[in-house]
């Protein structure tokens, strides 16, 4: 029932037991394994694996003890396999991911013409991911807030940014998000804000912090079309003592939500800024240094 992630190694054993009151012989035994989520390329086993990379199959050749199983007798094979790295994701419908091993094991009846099979199956689950990113610029004319001061800062001279946090959305859907960061000193919210989503900006005066709740956000938002977004208007007014060095305008954003598909928890997080605007390609880095 383990919940799997993106970019695991995993090692898979499957148990035999006869459990029936004769001796088995020539025991077969196969794994068929389904997920878009498996990278075939990683199977590893002793196994004879088919062509398409997707089964693998033991006999006594591969493994002994496979041609003669006594009554209560038990043995294991083993195979290792990694799951891919990145979700394949290509269209909206792409989501919800599961890993299935279906596994078959038949011998023959010793001093008999009849047969036994035994099966099992094990599926897991692929938790999702979502990603954060935080841009800042001063220069925003795409947002359609005007941002004022002047670049560099100057000691005691108001001046805007515009923050972005840009949300993209992996292969669940997941729910409950919550984003916060704290504020540099002498950096405030100015109360405007832009998004398509149905929540405001929470302004926290007395600790300085920012912080924005979504309900929901469904699977694939951000690769197969549009982020989700909010951008909010902050504005910095340096103190002397800051003369000279980059003003930090935000600190870490962090994000906390529910994945729906799996119930677990999902985390992610990105760096803060300062007044060097790594993302605002019209300011360069010596416009960053407060001054006089």
Do not use: C
Not at 54 to 73: D, P, R, Y
């Amino acid at each position: 029932n383990s919940v799997l992630g993106a970019g695991e190694d995993l090692h898979y054993k499957i148990i035999y037991t006869n459990k029936s009151d004769k001796g088995l012989e020539d025991a077969v035994l196969s794994a068929q394994l389904a997920g878009d989520m498996f990278d075939f390329s990683t199977l590893k086993t002793n196994g004879i694996i088919s062509l398409s990379g997707n089964s693998v199959v033991w006999n006594k050749i591969t493994n002994l003890e496979l041609g003669a199983i006594g009554i209560g007798g038990s043995g294991v094979v083993n195979f290792d396999i990694k799951t891919k790295n990145n979700y394949p994701i290509k269209r909206l419908s792409d989501k919800n991911f599961i890993l299935k091993i279906n596994s078959r094991i038949e011998a023959g009846v010793a001093g008999a013409s009849s047969s036994i099979v035994g099966a099992d199956k094990l599926e897991n689950k692929i938790k999702g991911k979502v990603g954060l990113a935080t841009k800042v610029y001063f220069r925003d004319a795409a947002s359609g807030i005007l941002n004022k001061g002047t670049v560099p800062p100057a000691v005691g001279v108001s001046t805007d940014y515009t923050v972005h946090w840009v949300i993209t959305n992996y292969a669940t859907d997941i729910s409950d998000l919550n984003l916060q960061a704290v504020l540099g000193d002498y950096v405030k919210y100015t109360g405007v804000s832009k998004t398509a989503i149905n929540t405001d900006v929470v302004y926290n005066s007395i600790n300085n912090t920012v912080s924005w709740h979504v309900d929901k956000i469904s699977a694939t938002r951000g690769l197969v079309d549009k982020p989700i977004e909010l951008i909010f208007q902050i504005e910095a007014t340096p103190s002397a003592a800051q003369a000279g060095s980059a003003l930090p305008l935000i600190g870490l954003t962090t994000l906390t939500a529910k994945d729906d598909f799996t119930g677990m928890a999902l985390v992610a997080s990105s760096e803060g800024s300062t007044s060097i605007l790594k993302d605002d390609t019209t300011v360069g880095v010596s416009d960053g240094a407060v001054i006089q």
